[in-house]
């Protein structure tokens, strides 16, 4: 048997690591995941050269959530991405996010079980993320808009939603610059100072404001961990709607309308990296 999905990717409005509540939106970058049951044990594979421990760790959850023996049954996972990993556009979400939901799957059908709750696939994902960490939060800001698509205010200590809706379709530029930064790895001390800045930027998504939002966190987190906040102001410059450090970088983004694309990609044009355009994300993931 095999099973195909498909996990978006987001970018931040508000980055949930000062204060325990964030905002993120789904994106047209993707992890694609495939499953395929084989005799016995778990076999994960990626095609960005990257280490499987995330895969492994959810494949393992699911295994237990179902107390399946992977000396009876097993699974070949394989993934494939348009996503840029360890740049701050929830790469490890969408990757985990996509290997819950499709070999929670293939063990349901396999074994005629109750195919788990979309809730329940997201909690797993976080568990396992969290577990292999590539989260500080546990990241459910980013995995819900991964996994549902649109945009989402949350809170993540506590799991829960506090607005979930469909995005207005805007185009996306992501700037990502030569190098990478892994979350885990960010100072997490020297963000939690921003608190009360971030407090006020919170304010602005919960009032559904979301670009205002995306604007004063970018800055705010981007002068914390020592990016350049002239890379999202350029943006602005040049007609985006609104511009910003997405998670805790490496990569800033840009909401744009058909008119000022190319204006900003010409501001973005001295940068060293690269430009990528894609659009919001409404579906999230789905199988195919």
Known sequence: MIKKVRCPGSATI????????????????NIKCEAKSIDSGV??????????DLMDLCVDKVFERYDIDKNDFGLEIKTQSTLPMASGLSSSSASSNAVVAVSSKIICEEFD????TDMEIINLAIDASIEA????????????????GGVVVTNNKAREFIIKEKMDDYKILVYMPNFHAKSGDSDVNRMKLMAPLVKTAFG???????????????????SALGFDPAIAIDALQAGAV???????????????????CDNIKDAWSNLEGRVIETDVDNDGCMFY
Do not use: H, R
């Open 204 to 222: 602005f998504a919960k009032d559904k404001d979301y670009f205002k939002a995306l604007n004063l966190n970018g800055l705010i987190y981007a």
């Open 14 to 29: 508000i980055n949930a690591i000062a204060t325990g509540c964030g905002s993120a939106f789904g994106i047209g970058l």
């Open 133 to 148: 960490g590539v989260t500080i939060t546990g990241s459910f800001d980013d995995a819900t808009a991964s996994y549902f």
């Open 43 to 52: 076999k994960c594979y990626n095609d960005v050269g990257a280490s499987t």
């Open 113 to 116: 079980l109750t195919p788990l």
């Open 242 to 260: 609104a511009s910003g450090l997405s998670g805790t970088g490496s990569s800033f983004v840009a909401v744009c309308d058909e008119g000022s």
